[in-house]
């Protein structure tokens, strides 16, 4: 993702990362840390330092606490805030957690923000869409998170849409959909193609909950760094829808990620998920014609890297 005159989109900023050790954070830290000051502010609770170039400044520390947030926003030009607490189901056990980290933290960091007048790319969620009407989904969809998690994503989305609004913080939400790719932690979004990998090169069979044909739209880590590249560089403000446009069964995945692996492993069903979510898919119309922003990973593709990182432990070259 470069600039028509091969500059790289950002260059010469100093950055902040938050959540920057983690699966989406690490890989957007790599496309930035060659041409800019990057720091990362990461408490490591799921993330780790290995995944990061030597030439980041890691600053070790959470995003409720008022001395690392100084720290880490001294003289900076632009944040990416991709620190949460990520997981649907430990939102619903911890509700107060959830929007302290979630929440809290980020009015904390936009706070910040407007002080030292940095940009703000906040990392957002389809969950707050909870249930779509139908799909594909726009950004004025009707949006009703069905857990603390989503709740969360669109309350602090609210906050950074207001700094824009009373403040004139150039702001912008990316609601990413499944993000999934090589070095993906056990996520709540696209853990499914994680255990499916798993069982498909362990010659297990697959197991598909419920019947198997509810959608989702799986964007490959590369695009979501490309969208926030987009995002970081130019003027535009606002909400966005970061996926495909396309959307797969959940058998159908089953399928193409047996076919990566090259194995036919039996196909087995167990029982759904409560409150499982039947159809997702972007309508990414928007920031494509804001952003420029163009899908590029075929899910085949990038399912085939899955299969040969987990395989090697090196991603290959086919996204
Ligand atoms: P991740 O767990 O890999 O990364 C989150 C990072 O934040 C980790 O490195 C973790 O150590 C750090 N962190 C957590 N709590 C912290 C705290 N209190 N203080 C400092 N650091 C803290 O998750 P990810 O999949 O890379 O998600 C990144 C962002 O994208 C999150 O905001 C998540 O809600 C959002 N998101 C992810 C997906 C997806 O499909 N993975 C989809 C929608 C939205």
Do not use: C, W
């Not at 906050?159 to 913080?169: F, I, S, T």
């Not at 928007?286 to 991603?315: C, F, H, M, S, W």
């Amino acid at each position: 993702m470069r600039r028509q005159d091969g500059q790289p989109p950002i260059a010469d900023e100093r950055i902040l990362v938050t959540g920057g050790a983690g699966f989406i954070g690490s890989n957007l830290v790599a496309a930035l840390a060659p041409h800019n000051d990057v720091r990362v502010l990461d408490d490591l609770s799921s993330g780790s330092r290995s995944n990061l170039p030597p030439e980041v400044t890691v600053l070790e520390g959470d995003i409720r606490d008022d001395e690392a947030l100084d720290r880490a926003t001294e003289d900076v030009d632009l944040i990416y805030h991709q620190a949460a607490l990520v997981s649907v189901t430990e939102s619903v056990d911890r509700p107060e957690a959830t929007h302290e980290i979630n929440v809290a933290a980020t009015v904390k960091l936009l706070e910040r923000a407007r002080a030292e007048d940095a940009r703000f790319v906040f990392a957002s969620s389809a969950a707050v869409y909870g249930q779509p009407d139908g799909v594909p989904v726009a950004e004025d969809a009707s949006a009703d998170p069905a857990s603390p998690y989503g709740l969360s994503k669109l309350a602090a989305e609210r906050y950074v849409r207001l700094y824009d609004d009373l403040y004139d913080l150039p702001t912008v939400a990316l609601r990413y959909f499944n993000v999934y790719g090589p070095g993906q932690l056990d996520s709540d979004y696209s853990a499914v193609i994680r255990v499916f990998v798993e069982q498909a090169t362990s010659g297990e069979p697959i197991t598909v909950e419920g019947d198997g044909t509810q959608t989702r739209d799986f964007v490959h880590v590369e695009d979501v760094v490309q969208a926030n590249l987009l995002a970081g560089a130019g003027d535009a403000t606002g909400v966005f829808n970061v996926g495909t446009g396309e959307s797969v069964t959940i058998l159908e995945l089953a399928e193409l990620v047996a076919d990566a692996a090259d194995s036919s492993p039996e196909i087995v069903h167990v029982p759904a998920r409560q409150g499982d979510i039947d159809r997702s898919r972007a309508d990414v119309s928007k920031i494509e014609a804001t952003l420029g922003y163009e899908p590029t990973v075929r899910l085949a593709d990038g399912l085939e890297d899955v299969v040969r990182t987990a395989a090697t432990g090196q991603p290959g070259d086919g996204s």
